[in-house]
Protein backbone atom coordinates (compact mmCIF):
# COMPACT_ATOMS: atom_id res chain seq x y z
CA UNK A 1 0.00 0.00 0.00
CA UNK A 2 1.37 2.93 -0.93
CA UNK A 3 1.13 6.39 0.88
CA UNK A 4 -1.08 7.63 -2.23
CA UNK A 5 -3.67 5.02 -1.43
CA UNK A 6 -2.79 2.50 -4.30
CA UNK A 7 -1.99 -1.04 -3.55
CA UNK A 8 0.62 -1.85 -6.28
CA UNK A 9 1.27 -5.46 -5.39
CA UNK A 10 -0.98 -8.20 -4.49
CA UNK A 11 -0.50 -11.78 -4.87
CA UNK A 12 -3.52 -13.98 -5.18
CA UNK A 13 -4.31 -16.54 -3.57
CA UNK A 14 -0.78 -17.00 -2.30
CA UNK A 15 2.48 -15.30 -0.92
CA UNK A 16 4.33 -17.07 -4.42
CA UNK A 17 1.32 -16.37 -6.69
CA UNK A 18 1.69 -14.30 -9.73
CA UNK A 19 0.98 -11.19 -8.99
CA UNK A 20 -2.36 -8.87 -10.28
CA UNK A 21 -1.32 -6.06 -9.21
CA UNK A 22 2.23 -5.25 -10.29
CA UNK A 23 2.81 -1.52 -10.40
CA UNK A 24 5.39 -1.61 -7.90
CA UNK A 25 7.82 -3.22 -10.15
CA UNK A 26 6.43 -1.32 -13.22
CA UNK A 27 3.94 1.32 -13.88
CA UNK A 28 0.40 1.16 -13.04
CA UNK A 29 -0.46 -0.23 -16.35
CA UNK A 30 0.97 -3.25 -14.77
CA UNK A 31 -1.68 -3.58 -12.42
CA UNK A 32 -2.74 -1.37 -9.33
CA UNK A 33 -5.77 -0.26 -7.52
CA UNK A 34 -5.80 3.59 -6.21
CA UNK A 35 -8.27 4.86 -3.89
CA UNK A 36 -8.22 8.35 -2.67
CA UNK A 37 -9.76 11.70 -3.04
CA UNK A 38 -9.69 13.50 -6.19
CA UNK A 39 -8.40 16.78 -5.44
CA UNK A 40 -4.43 16.86 -6.35
CA UNK A 41 -3.64 18.59 -3.20
CA UNK A 42 -5.01 16.22 -0.54
CA UNK A 43 -2.78 15.43 1.89
CA UNK A 44 -2.81 11.35 4.04
CA UNK A 45 -1.36 10.14 7.20
CA UNK A 46 -1.33 6.47 8.09
CA UNK A 47 -1.53 4.00 11.02
CA UNK A 48 -2.34 0.55 12.13
CA UNK A 49 -5.46 0.29 14.21
CA UNK A 50 -4.43 -0.31 17.48
CA UNK A 51 -1.98 -3.90 17.64
CA UNK A 52 -3.70 -5.35 14.35
CA UNK A 53 -2.81 -5.44 10.61
CA UNK A 54 -5.62 -2.97 10.24
CA UNK A 55 -4.91 0.21 8.37
CA UNK A 56 -6.15 3.55 8.21
CA UNK A 57 -5.47 5.97 5.99
CA UNK A 58 -7.08 9.45 7.02
CA UNK A 59 -6.98 12.28 3.86
CA UNK A 60 -7.62 15.81 4.53
CA UNK A 61 -8.78 18.13 1.39
CA UNK A 62 -10.16 21.82 1.08
CA UNK A 63 -13.69 20.33 1.37
CA UNK A 64 -13.61 17.94 4.43
CA UNK A 65 -11.49 14.97 5.00
CA UNK A 66 -12.26 11.00 4.86
CA UNK A 67 -10.71 7.71 6.17
CA UNK A 68 -9.80 5.00 4.41
CA UNK A 69 -9.83 1.78 6.27
CA UNK A 70 -7.74 -1.57 4.35
CA UNK A 71 -7.68 -4.95 5.71
CA UNK A 72 -7.68 -8.62 4.60
CA UNK A 73 -10.21 -10.39 6.90
CA UNK A 74 -9.06 -13.83 8.18
CA UNK A 75 -8.45 -16.14 5.66
CA UNK A 76 -10.93 -18.18 4.08
CA UNK A 77 -11.28 -20.22 1.12
CA UNK A 78 -11.50 -16.93 -0.83
CA UNK A 79 -9.05 -14.42 -0.12
CA UNK A 80 -10.37 -10.81 0.50
CA UNK A 81 -9.15 -7.23 0.27
CA UNK A 82 -11.72 -4.68 1.90
CA UNK A 83 -11.25 -1.27 1.69
CA UNK A 84 -14.02 0.92 3.53
CA UNK A 85 -14.37 5.03 3.19
CA UNK A 86 -15.92 6.84 5.98
CA UNK A 87 -16.37 10.34 5.72
CA UNK A 88 -15.28 12.42 8.60
CA UNK A 89 -15.90 16.02 8.31
CA UNK A 90 -17.28 18.33 5.21
CA UNK A 91 -17.83 16.17 1.69
CA UNK A 92 -14.77 14.81 -0.50
CA UNK A 93 -14.83 13.55 -3.83
CA UNK A 94 -13.33 10.12 -4.14
CA UNK A 95 -11.82 7.48 -6.73
CA UNK A 96 -11.69 3.83 -6.94
CA UNK A 97 -9.61 3.39 -9.97
CA UNK A 98 -8.75 -0.65 -10.21
CA UNK A 99 -6.60 -2.18 -12.99
CA UNK A 100 -6.21 -5.69 -12.59
CA UNK A 101 -3.40 -7.39 -14.59
CA UNK A 102 -3.00 -11.03 -13.82
CA UNK A 103 0.28 -13.07 -13.81
CA UNK A 104 2.94 -10.00 -12.84
CA UNK A 105 1.11 -7.56 -15.00
CA UNK A 106 1.18 -9.20 -18.03
CA UNK A 107 -2.24 -10.41 -18.97
CA UNK A 108 -5.01 -8.03 -19.37
CA UNK A 109 -8.78 -9.89 -18.24
CA UNK A 110 -11.80 -10.57 -19.50
CA UNK A 111 -13.77 -7.89 -17.31
CA UNK A 112 -17.65 -8.52 -17.58
CA UNK A 113 -20.90 -7.94 -14.97
CA UNK A 114 -22.10 -11.34 -12.93
CA UNK A 115 -24.96 -10.77 -10.43
CA UNK A 116 -24.34 -7.20 -9.42
CA UNK A 117 -20.22 -7.86 -9.65
CA UNK A 118 -17.23 -6.68 -11.54
CA UNK A 119 -15.25 -10.17 -12.33
CA UNK A 120 -12.04 -10.04 -13.97
CA UNK A 121 -10.47 -13.74 -15.79
CA UNK A 122 -7.62 -15.12 -17.26
CA UNK A 123 -6.69 -18.04 -17.50
CA UNK A 124 -6.51 -19.89 -13.84
CA UNK A 125 -7.44 -16.83 -12.01
CA UNK A 126 -10.49 -14.99 -11.51
CA UNK A 127 -11.06 -11.69 -8.81
CA UNK A 128 -14.37 -10.10 -7.99
CA UNK A 129 -15.17 -6.90 -7.01
CA UNK A 130 -18.59 -5.76 -5.28
CA UNK A 131 -19.44 -2.57 -3.97
CA UNK A 132 -22.16 -0.13 -3.08
CA UNK A 133 -21.02 2.55 -5.08
CA UNK A 134 -21.91 2.13 -8.70
CA UNK A 135 -18.49 0.94 -10.75
CA UNK A 136 -17.90 1.64 -15.09
CA UNK A 137 -15.08 0.19 -17.05
CA UNK A 138 -12.71 2.95 -18.78
CA UNK A 139 -9.61 2.32 -21.33
CA UNK A 140 -8.96 -1.19 -19.64
CA UNK A 141 -9.64 -0.43 -15.48
CA UNK A 142 -12.59 0.05 -13.63
CA UNK A 143 -13.79 3.35 -11.96
CA UNK A 144 -15.79 4.52 -9.15
CA UNK A 145 -16.50 8.37 -8.70
CA UNK A 146 -18.88 9.20 -5.55
CA UNK A 147 -18.68 11.39 -2.70
CA UNK A 148 -18.91 11.18 1.39
CA UNK A 149 -19.61 13.38 3.92
CA UNK A 150 -19.19 13.30 7.73
CA UNK A 151 -21.16 9.89 8.91
CA UNK A 152 -21.22 8.50 5.49
CA UNK A 153 -19.39 5.23 4.59
CA UNK A 154 -18.79 3.42 0.92
CA UNK A 155 -17.15 -0.16 0.25
CA UNK A 156 -15.34 -2.23 -1.87
CA UNK A 157 -14.30 -5.89 -1.49
CA UNK A 158 -11.58 -7.52 -3.89
CA UNK A 159 -12.36 -11.09 -3.40
CA UNK A 160 -9.82 -13.99 -5.64
CA UNK A 161 -11.49 -17.22 -6.66
CA UNK A 162 -10.28 -19.76 -9.30
CA UNK A 163 -11.87 -19.11 -12.21
CA UNK A 164 -13.16 -22.48 -12.66
CA UNK A 165 -14.94 -22.56 -9.79
CA UNK A 166 -18.24 -19.69 -9.25
CA UNK A 167 -18.39 -16.48 -7.41
CA UNK A 168 -17.76 -16.97 -3.94
CA UNK A 169 -20.30 -16.53 -1.33
CA UNK A 170 -19.76 -12.56 -0.67
CA UNK A 171 -18.06 -11.07 1.95
CA UNK A 172 -19.80 -8.17 3.53
CA UNK A 173 -17.18 -5.73 4.57
CA UNK A 174 -18.64 -3.71 7.09
CA UNK A 175 -19.07 -6.51 9.55
CA UNK A 176 -15.70 -7.87 8.93
CA UNK A 177 -14.16 -5.46 10.34
CA UNK A 178 -14.93 -5.87 13.55
CA UNK A 179 -13.88 -9.51 13.73
CA UNK A 180 -10.45 -8.67 12.40
CA UNK A 181 -9.38 -6.46 14.56
CA UNK A 182 -10.67 -8.85 17.44
CA UNK A 183 -8.65 -11.79 15.49
CA UNK A 184 -5.40 -9.55 15.98
CA UNK A 185 -6.01 -8.19 19.16
CA UNK A 186 -6.35 -11.89 20.52
CA UNK A 187 -3.84 -13.17 18.88
CA UNK A 188 -0.90 -10.60 20.24
CA UNK A 189 -2.90 -11.13 23.44
CA UNK A 190 -2.34 -14.59 24.10
CA UNK A 191 0.83 -14.40 25.55
CA UNK A 192 1.33 -13.23 29.24
CA UNK A 193 4.42 -11.20 28.00
CA UNK A 194 1.73 -9.18 25.69
CA UNK A 195 1.39 -6.35 28.17
CA UNK A 196 5.43 -5.99 28.43
CA UNK A 197 6.22 -5.60 24.69
CA UNK A 198 7.42 -2.35 23.25
CA UNK A 199 5.26 -0.79 20.78
CA UNK A 200 7.96 -1.98 17.87
CA UNK A 201 8.19 -5.27 19.45
CA UNK A 202 4.58 -6.18 19.22
CA UNK A 203 4.67 -4.56 15.08
CA UNK A 204 7.11 -6.83 14.41
CA UNK A 205 5.55 -9.58 16.10
CA UNK A 206 2.63 -9.22 14.52
CA UNK A 207 4.65 -8.69 10.95
CA UNK A 208 6.17 -11.72 11.42
CA UNK A 209 2.71 -13.73 11.82
CA UNK A 210 1.45 -11.69 8.71
CA UNK A 211 4.24 -13.29 6.65
CA UNK A 212 3.08 -16.70 7.97
CA UNK A 213 0.98 -18.71 5.18
CA UNK A 214 -2.14 -19.88 6.72
CA UNK A 215 -3.05 -23.05 5.65
CA UNK A 216 -0.21 -24.62 5.87
CA UNK A 217 2.35 -22.90 8.45
CA UNK A 218 4.86 -22.03 6.08
CA UNK A 219 6.95 -19.05 6.99
CA UNK A 220 8.37 -16.28 4.02
CA UNK A 221 11.11 -13.99 4.35
CA UNK A 222 9.48 -11.10 2.56
CA UNK A 223 6.43 -10.92 0.73
CA UNK A 224 8.23 -8.98 -2.61
CA UNK A 225 10.41 -9.95 -5.30
CA UNK A 226 12.56 -7.95 -7.18
CA UNK A 227 12.73 -4.61 -4.56
CA UNK A 228 16.52 -4.10 -4.99
CA UNK A 229 19.50 -3.80 -2.71
CA UNK A 230 21.08 -0.94 -4.46
CA UNK A 231 19.07 1.42 -6.77
CA UNK A 232 19.28 0.46 -10.34
CA UNK A 233 21.30 -2.10 -9.59
CA UNK A 234 21.12 -6.45 -10.20
CA UNK A 235 20.77 -7.37 -6.88
CA UNK A 236 17.50 -8.32 -7.12
CA UNK A 237 16.10 -11.24 -5.72
CA UNK A 238 12.26 -12.75 -4.88
CA UNK A 239 11.96 -13.58 -1.31
CA UNK A 240 8.03 -15.12 -1.45
CA UNK A 241 9.78 -18.68 -0.17
CA UNK A 242 9.92 -20.38 2.92
CA UNK A 243 13.67 -20.41 3.43
CA UNK A 244 14.19 -22.93 6.62
CA UNK A 245 16.70 -20.27 7.90
CA UNK A 246 14.72 -17.53 8.11
CA UNK A 247 11.81 -19.20 9.13
CA UNK A 248 13.81 -20.96 12.43
CA UNK A 249 15.29 -17.76 13.27
CA UNK A 250 11.19 -16.42 12.99
CA UNK A 251 10.38 -18.77 15.61
CA UNK A 252 13.12 -18.18 17.82
CA UNK A 253 11.60 -14.49 18.27
CA UNK A 254 7.96 -15.95 18.22
CA UNK A 255 8.74 -18.52 20.74
CA UNK A 256 11.12 -15.87 23.33
CA UNK A 257 7.91 -14.09 23.10
CA UNK A 258 5.63 -16.79 24.44
CA UNK A 259 3.53 -18.12 21.13
CA UNK A 260 3.97 -21.82 20.81
CA UNK A 261 1.41 -22.62 18.70
CA UNK A 262 3.36 -21.25 16.19
CA UNK A 263 6.47 -23.72 16.21
CA UNK A 264 4.25 -26.36 16.22
CA UNK A 265 2.73 -25.57 13.29
CA UNK A 266 5.77 -24.76 11.76
CA UNK A 267 7.33 -27.98 13.03
CA UNK A 268 4.65 -30.06 11.11
CA UNK A 269 4.94 -27.80 7.54
CA UNK A 270 8.88 -28.75 8.11
CA UNK A 271 8.01 -32.68 8.55
CA UNK A 272 5.68 -32.24 5.13
CA UNK A 273 8.56 -29.97 3.37
CA UNK A 274 11.89 -32.32 3.87
CA UNK A 275 9.80 -35.97 3.86
CA UNK A 276 12.06 -38.35 1.76
CA UNK A 277 15.69 -38.32 1.72
CA UNK A 278 17.70 -36.20 3.99
CA UNK A 279 20.29 -35.89 1.14
CA UNK A 280 17.78 -34.15 -1.04
CA UNK A 281 17.10 -31.28 1.60
CA UNK A 282 16.82 -27.69 0.50
CA UNK A 283 17.47 -24.61 2.02
CA UNK A 284 13.97 -23.53 0.54
CA UNK A 285 10.60 -23.92 0.10
CA UNK A 286 7.44 -23.20 -1.73
CA UNK A 287 4.71 -22.08 0.68
CA UNK A 288 3.22 -25.58 0.78
CA UNK A 289 6.38 -27.21 0.48
CA UNK A 290 6.97 -26.73 -3.27
CA UNK A 291 10.65 -27.88 -4.24
CA UNK A 292 11.11 -26.61 -7.84
CA UNK A 293 11.44 -22.92 -7.67
CA UNK A 294 12.43 -22.22 -11.09
CA UNK A 295 13.98 -18.68 -11.02
CA UNK A 296 13.40 -16.30 -14.61
CA UNK A 297 13.08 -12.77 -15.53
CA UNK A 298 10.14 -11.08 -16.16
CA UNK A 299 11.72 -9.01 -18.76
CA UNK A 300 8.37 -7.29 -19.41
CA UNK A 301 8.26 -5.17 -16.06
CA UNK A 302 11.08 -2.55 -15.94
CA UNK A 303 11.90 -2.65 -11.98
CA UNK A 304 11.53 -0.51 -9.36
CA UNK A 305 13.33 2.54 -10.11
CA UNK A 306 14.25 0.97 -12.83
CA UNK A 307 16.45 -1.99 -11.24
CA UNK A 308 16.62 -5.04 -13.54
CA UNK A 309 16.44 -7.56 -13.95
CA UNK A 310 12.51 -8.29 -12.14
CA UNK A 311 13.42 -12.18 -10.76
CA UNK A 312 10.59 -14.77 -10.06
CA UNK A 313 11.55 -17.87 -8.73
CA UNK A 314 14.80 -18.38 -6.53
CA UNK A 315 18.27 -20.65 -8.50
CA UNK A 316 19.57 -20.63 -4.90
CA UNK A 317 16.84 -23.06 -3.60
CA UNK A 318 19.38 -25.60 -5.64
CA UNK A 319 22.43 -24.13 -3.33
CA UNK A 320 24.24 -26.49 -0.51
CA UNK A 321 24.21 -24.00 2.85
CA UNK A 322 25.42 -25.62 5.47
CA UNK A 323 24.44 -23.20 8.78
CA UNK A 324 20.65 -24.63 7.78
CA UNK A 325 21.50 -27.78 9.29
CA UNK A 326 22.22 -26.14 12.41
CA UNK A 327 19.56 -24.01 12.46
CA UNK A 328 16.79 -26.13 12.27
CA UNK A 329 18.13 -28.36 14.80
CA UNK A 330 18.60 -25.32 16.91
CA UNK A 331 15.16 -23.86 16.84
CA UNK A 332 13.90 -27.60 17.37
CA UNK A 333 15.83 -27.80 20.81
CA UNK A 334 14.88 -24.49 21.54
CA UNK A 335 11.07 -25.77 21.23
CA UNK A 336 11.59 -28.88 22.44
CA UNK A 337 13.25 -26.13 25.99
CA UNK A 338 9.95 -24.38 25.92
CA UNK A 339 7.32 -26.93 25.78
CA UNK A 340 5.57 -26.70 22.93
CA UNK A 341 5.81 -31.26 23.20
CA UNK A 342 8.17 -34.09 22.12
CA UNK A 343 7.29 -35.54 18.32
CA UNK A 344 8.66 -38.74 17.81
CA UNK A 345 8.58 -38.22 13.90
CA UNK A 346 10.46 -34.88 14.31
CA UNK A 347 13.15 -36.48 16.55
CA UNK A 348 13.55 -39.46 13.65
CA UNK A 349 13.66 -36.65 10.74
CA UNK A 350 16.21 -34.70 13.28
CA UNK A 351 18.36 -37.94 13.24
CA UNK A 352 18.13 -38.54 9.34
CA UNK A 353 19.53 -35.11 8.90
CA UNK A 354 22.30 -35.81 11.53
CA UNK A 355 23.45 -38.94 9.35
CA UNK A 356 23.49 -36.53 6.42
CA UNK A 357 25.28 -33.83 7.80
CA UNK A 358 28.09 -36.25 9.63
CA UNK A 359 29.10 -37.13 5.60
CA UNK A 360 28.91 -33.50 3.83
CA UNK A 361 30.23 -31.56 7.24
CA UNK A 362 33.40 -30.82 5.61
CA UNK A 363 32.69 -29.33 2.42
CA UNK A 364 32.59 -26.15 1.10
CA UNK A 365 29.34 -24.65 0.29
CA UNK A 366 27.40 -21.30 -0.68
CA UNK A 367 26.71 -20.00 2.36
CA UNK A 368 24.16 -18.04 4.50
CA UNK A 369 24.50 -15.20 1.79
CA UNK A 370 23.55 -17.80 -0.73
CA UNK A 371 26.64 -16.59 -3.26
CA UNK A 372 26.82 -17.57 -6.65
CA UNK A 373 30.49 -17.60 -6.95
CA UNK A 374 32.54 -20.32 -5.87
CA UNK A 375 31.61 -22.41 -2.70
CA UNK A 376 33.96 -21.60 0.27
CA UNK A 377 34.73 -23.31 3.60
CA UNK A 378 32.56 -20.53 5.27
CA UNK A 379 32.93 -20.01 9.05
CA UNK A 380 29.36 -19.52 9.66
CA UNK A 381 28.65 -22.41 8.10
CA UNK A 382 31.15 -24.45 9.75
CA UNK A 383 29.77 -22.72 13.33
CA UNK A 384 26.08 -23.99 12.34
CA UNK A 385 27.00 -27.55 11.45
CA UNK A 386 28.94 -27.65 15.18
CA UNK A 387 25.58 -26.42 16.20
CA UNK A 388 23.64 -29.20 14.91
CA UNK A 389 25.96 -31.67 16.79
CA UNK A 390 25.78 -29.90 19.60
CA UNK A 391 22.14 -30.01 20.17
CA UNK A 392 21.43 -33.21 18.61
CA UNK A 393 23.62 -33.98 21.68
CA UNK A 394 21.72 -32.25 23.98
CA UNK A 395 18.77 -33.76 23.13
CA UNK A 396 19.99 -37.05 24.31
CA UNK A 397 21.58 -35.55 27.47
CA UNK A 398 18.98 -33.77 28.70
CA UNK A 399 15.92 -35.05 27.39
CA UNK A 400 16.78 -38.26 26.94
CA UNK A 401 16.06 -38.72 22.94
CA UNK A 402 17.89 -41.50 21.26
CA UNK A 403 20.83 -41.06 19.57
CA UNK A 404 24.89 -41.52 19.03
CA UNK A 405 25.60 -38.79 21.47
CA UNK A 406 29.17 -40.11 21.63
CA UNK A 407 29.74 -39.75 17.94
CA UNK A 408 27.94 -36.66 17.72
CA UNK A 409 29.85 -35.31 20.58
CA UNK A 410 33.19 -36.11 19.08
CA UNK A 411 32.31 -34.51 15.88
CA UNK A 412 31.25 -31.29 17.74
CA UNK A 413 34.82 -31.11 18.85
CA UNK A 414 36.01 -31.63 15.63
CA UNK A 415 34.63 -29.02 14.12
CA UNK A 416 35.16 -27.03 17.40
CA UNK A 417 38.94 -26.76 16.85
CA UNK A 418 38.93 -26.69 12.75
CA UNK A 419 37.14 -23.31 13.29
CA UNK A 420 39.14 -21.99 15.47
CA UNK A 421 42.45 -23.39 13.63
CA UNK A 422 41.67 -22.26 10.28
CA UNK A 423 38.83 -19.41 10.57
CA UNK A 424 40.72 -17.43 12.92
CA UNK A 425 43.21 -14.64 12.23
CA UNK A 426 45.80 -14.08 15.12
CA UNK A 427 47.02 -10.75 13.88
CA UNK A 428 43.30 -8.80 13.52
CA UNK A 429 42.37 -10.58 16.52
CA UNK A 430 38.99 -12.00 14.64
CA UNK A 431 37.12 -14.37 12.96
CA UNK A 432 37.03 -14.36 9.32
CA UNK A 433 34.73 -14.75 6.71
CA UNK A 434 36.08 -18.40 5.47
CA UNK A 435 39.01 -20.61 6.10
CA UNK A 436 42.09 -19.01 4.52
CA UNK A 437 40.12 -15.71 4.27
CA UNK A 438 40.93 -11.83 5.01
CA UNK A 439 37.53 -10.87 4.10
CA UNK A 440 35.06 -10.65 7.36
CA UNK A 441 31.29 -11.24 7.54
CA UNK A 442 28.56 -10.39 9.99
CA UNK A 443 27.52 -13.39 10.15
CA UNK A 444 30.40 -14.32 12.78
CA UNK A 445 28.87 -12.21 15.41
CA UNK A 446 26.17 -14.91 16.03
CA UNK A 447 29.59 -17.17 17.27
CA UNK A 448 28.66 -16.02 21.13
CA UNK A 449 24.43 -15.99 21.01
CA UNK A 450 24.51 -19.66 19.52
CA UNK A 451 27.06 -21.04 22.40
CA UNK A 452 30.60 -21.88 19.85
CA UNK A 453 32.73 -19.60 22.38
CA UNK A 454 30.97 -17.61 25.67
CA UNK A 455 31.15 -13.73 25.22
CA UNK A 456 33.91 -13.71 27.80
CA UNK A 457 36.71 -15.25 25.27
CA UNK A 458 38.84 -12.18 24.25
CA UNK A 459 38.36 -14.20 20.33
CA UNK A 460 34.51 -12.67 20.82
CA UNK A 461 35.71 -9.14 21.84
CA UNK A 462 37.92 -8.89 19.08
CA UNK A 463 35.98 -10.01 16.39
CA UNK A 464 33.00 -7.72 17.54
CA UNK A 465 35.59 -4.80 17.21
CA UNK A 466 36.55 -5.86 13.69
CA UNK A 467 33.38 -6.37 12.09
CA UNK A 468 32.81 -2.87 13.86
CA UNK A 469 35.37 -1.67 12.95
CA UNK A 470 35.67 -2.81 8.89
CA UNK A 471 32.39 -3.54 8.43
CA UNK A 472 30.79 -0.29 9.97
CA UNK A 473 28.75 1.99 8.09
CA UNK A 474 27.69 5.23 9.23
CA UNK A 475 27.12 2.79 12.67
CA UNK A 476 25.22 0.13 10.95
CA UNK A 477 26.63 -2.96 9.77
CA UNK A 478 27.37 -4.59 6.09
CA UNK A 479 27.04 -8.26 6.17
CA UNK A 480 30.35 -7.78 3.84
CA UNK A 481 31.77 -6.11 1.23
CA UNK A 482 31.15 -7.28 -1.89
CA UNK A 483 34.69 -6.02 -3.69
CA UNK A 484 36.14 -8.94 -1.41
CA UNK A 485 33.33 -11.82 -1.90
CA UNK A 486 32.94 -12.71 -5.20
CA UNK A 487 28.97 -13.19 -4.65
CA UNK A 488 28.28 -13.27 -8.62
CA UNK A 489 26.70 -10.40 -8.86
CA UNK A 490 28.24 -7.03 -9.36
CA UNK A 491 28.17 -3.77 -7.62
CA UNK A 492 27.53 -2.43 -3.95
CA UNK A 493 24.82 -2.77 -1.44
CA UNK A 494 23.43 -0.79 2.10
CA UNK A 495 23.57 -1.41 5.48
CA UNK A 496 21.87 -5.09 6.55
CA UNK A 497 19.45 -4.67 9.52
CA UNK A 498 19.43 -7.94 10.93
CA UNK A 499 23.59 -7.78 10.79
CA UNK A 500 23.04 -4.13 12.77
CA UNK A 501 20.98 -6.17 14.83
CA UNK A 502 23.34 -8.97 15.49
CA UNK A 503 25.93 -6.14 16.37
CA UNK A 504 23.65 -4.75 18.83
CA UNK A 505 23.29 -8.68 20.33
CA UNK A 506 26.60 -9.40 20.62
CA UNK A 507 27.83 -5.21 22.89
CA UNK A 508 24.98 -6.73 24.85
CA UNK A 509 26.33 -9.95 25.76
CA UNK A 510 29.61 -8.06 26.38
CA UNK A 511 28.05 -6.03 28.42
CA UNK A 512 28.13 -2.72 26.19
CA UNK A 513 24.95 -2.79 27.26
CA UNK A 514 24.70 1.33 26.69
CA UNK A 515 26.09 0.94 23.14
CA UNK A 516 23.81 -1.72 22.36
CA UNK A 517 20.41 0.17 23.37
CA UNK A 518 22.04 3.14 21.64
CA UNK A 519 22.14 1.27 18.49
CA UNK A 520 18.66 -0.78 18.87
CA UNK A 521 17.53 2.91 19.27
CA UNK A 522 18.79 4.16 16.15
CA UNK A 523 17.37 1.11 13.95
CA UNK A 524 13.89 1.62 15.49
CA UNK A 525 14.07 4.88 14.10
CA UNK A 526 14.74 3.56 10.56
CA UNK A 527 11.12 2.14 10.21
CA UNK A 528 8.57 3.94 8.20
CA UNK A 529 5.34 5.53 9.08
CA UNK A 530 3.93 2.37 9.90
CA UNK A 531 6.82 0.54 12.19
CA UNK A 532 7.55 -1.71 8.92
CA UNK A 533 11.39 -2.73 7.85
CA UNK A 534 13.05 -3.19 5.02
CA UNK A 535 15.93 -5.41 4.21
CA UNK A 536 18.62 -3.09 4.33
CA UNK A 537 19.42 0.85 4.52
CA UNK A 538 21.41 2.90 2.63
CA UNK A 539 22.55 5.52 5.25
CA UNK A 540 23.85 8.06 2.21
CA UNK A 541 20.56 8.44 0.66
CA UNK A 542 18.70 7.72 3.76
CA UNK A 543 16.12 5.11 2.59
CA UNK A 544 15.17 1.53 2.85
CA UNK A 545 16.61 -0.78 0.39
CA UNK A 546 15.98 -4.56 -0.26
CA UNK A 547 12.44 -6.81 -0.24
CA UNK A 548 10.02 -5.09 1.68
CA UNK A 549 8.49 -5.99 5.12
CA UNK A 550 11.46 -8.79 5.87
CA UNK A 551 11.47 -10.84 8.29
CA UNK A 552 14.87 -10.99 8.91
CA UNK A 553 15.35 -7.40 10.00
CA UNK A 554 11.43 -7.61 12.13
CA UNK A 555 13.18 -10.96 14.01
CA UNK A 556 16.39 -8.88 14.43
CA UNK A 557 14.50 -6.33 16.21
CA UNK A 558 12.63 -8.37 18.59
CA UNK A 559 15.92 -10.82 19.27
CA UNK A 560 17.85 -7.71 20.27
CA UNK A 561 14.76 -6.17 22.55
CA UNK A 562 14.92 -9.28 24.31
CA UNK A 563 18.52 -8.99 24.85
CA UNK A 564 18.81 -6.03 26.27
CA UNK A 565 15.77 -7.12 28.27
CA UNK A 566 18.05 -9.96 29.74
CA UNK A 567 21.23 -8.14 29.57
CA UNK A 568 21.36 -7.79 33.50
CA UNK A 569 20.95 -11.51 33.73
CA UNK A 570 23.06 -14.64 32.11
CA UNK A 571 21.62 -15.25 28.91
CA UNK A 572 20.40 -18.80 27.63
CA UNK A 573 23.04 -19.63 24.53
CA UNK A 574 20.45 -20.88 22.11
CA UNK A 575 18.53 -19.59 18.90
CA UNK A 576 19.77 -16.20 18.64
Not at 15 to 40: E, I, M, Q, V, Y
Not at 89 to 105: I, N, P, Q
Not at 187 to 213: C, H, N, P, Q
Request: hydrophobic share 40%; charged share 25%; aromatic share 10%.
Amino acid sequence: MSKQGSIDWLCFPRFDSPACFAALLGTDDNGHWRLSPRDADATSSRHYRGDTLVLETEWSTPSGSARVIDFMPPRDAAPDVVRIVQGISGTVSMRSELRLRFDYGHVVPWVRRVDGQVVAIAGPDAVSLRSDVHQYGRDFATYADFEVSAGDQAWFVLTWHPSHHPVPKPTDAIASLEPTETYWTEWIGRTADADGFDEEVTRSILTLKALTYAPSGGIVAAPTTSLPESLGGQRNWDYRFCWLRDATMTLAAMLRSGFTEEAAEWRDWLLRAIAGDPADLQIMYGVTGERRLTEFEADWLPGFGGAQPVRIGNAAAEQLQLDVFGEVMDVLALARETGIGPSDDAWAMQRGLMRHLSGIWNQPDEGIWEVRGERQHFTYSKVMAWVAFDRAGRAVERFGMSGPVKQWRATADQIHREVCEKAFDGDRGTFTQAYGSKALDAAVLLIPQVGFLPPEDPRVAGTVDAVQKELGYDGFVRRYHTEHTDDGVPGDEGAFLICSFWLADALALLGRVGEARDLYERLVALRNDVGLLAEEYDPVGGRMLGNFPQAFSHLGLVNTAWHLNNSESPLRRSAY
